[in-house]
């Protein structure tokens, strides 16, 4: 598997290498479509110096978070949010005969992959977090690189969930558009500032608030989560990480012994 691994980013690269203007057109939209988010982030925060406590150099580091996991998750795991494309267009069916497991082989599955995202994420969060006079030590490096990881294997068990379903139901776009939707907008902002419904949505049923709201609470020392969760939570994001990428590959072996085509 590790040579097929190898084999996979060589492509990716070569790939990319060949095609140079659509990868500077993809890093270039990349950069404005963060940039305007960010951007937006300072407008309102010009007019409102602080969000229940969180000013615009917080809501960076918060942003920041979100952003180096998310495209943690897209630089190498970005294919399973294709799974549906496969299945209605019957190329998933090839990979029920290989002798590999069918989720490696999706991950595994070249493309034109090129970690820019990831590159700017990274240079953006160490911006932040300079910007939010943290302390830079071994342990605060391990432990934000834990709590990336962790929001990564959110991401991924979150995409990996939607994919599954369309095993039942084979057009699940608006499903995916939904969710996305919920993640690109409420990790945006501070956890604390929604009613306790949405609370307790994002921080248990889809826990969006563990990639970035409750990490950068424990960093920054906001204890205030309007949950009455200690502060302390915020350093469980590796563990709950893999525990919903447990879930969703339970949710994903289910699926997949229940799968009979489409019928082409």
């Known amino acids: 598997m590790r040579e097929v691994y190898r084999q996979y980013w060589r492509i ?37 110096p602080s969000m229940n406590g969180w000013d615009f150099r917080n ?27 496969w299945i209605r267009d019957g ?20 493309g ?6 990831l590159l700017l994420a990274l240079a953006f969060l160490i911006v932040a977090t300079v910007a939010n006079h943290l302390v830079i030590s071994f342990g605060f490096i391990a432990l934000i690189t834990l709590v990336v990881a962790g929001g990564a294997l959110i991401d991924l068990s979150i995409a990996l969930i939607i ?13 995916r558009w939904i969710v996305l939707q919920l993640e690109q907008e409420f990790t945006r902002y501070p ?6 419904g949405v609370r307790l949505l994002l921080a248990f049923v889809i826990p969006f608030g563990f990639m970035n709201y409750f990490p950068a609470s424990y960093f920054l020392n906001k204890a205030d989560n309007g949950l009455g969760l200690p502060l302390a939570i915020g350093v469980f ?14 949710c994903w072996r289910f699926g997949l012994q229940r799968y009979q085509g489409v019928g082409h």
């Open 112 to 117: 034109a992959i090129f970690p820019d995202e």
């Open 12 to 48: 990716n690269l070569l790939t990319t290498l060949e095609y140079r203007t659509n990868f500077l057109l993809w890093f270039g939209f990349t950069i404005v479509y963060h940039g305007t988010a960010i951007a937006a982030l300072w407008v309102m925060l010009t007019n409102f």
């Open 91 to 110: 190329e998933f069916d090839r990979l029920l005969v290989r002798p590999l497991d069918e989720l490696f082989q999706v991950i595994s599955t070249p």
């Open 59 to 85: 809501m960076a580091f918060l942003y920041a978070l979100w952003m180096t996991a998310h495209a943690l998750n897209a630089t190498f795991f970005s294919t399973v949010g294709e799974i549906p494309q």
């Open 163 to 175: 994919s599954t379903a369309a095993f039942w139901f084979v057009q699940v776009d608006a499903l």
């Open 237 to 250: 994001t590796p563990l709950i990480g893999v525990l919903f990428l447990l879930v969703a590959y339970a």
């Open 191 to 196: 956890l604390s500032i929604y009613n306790r």
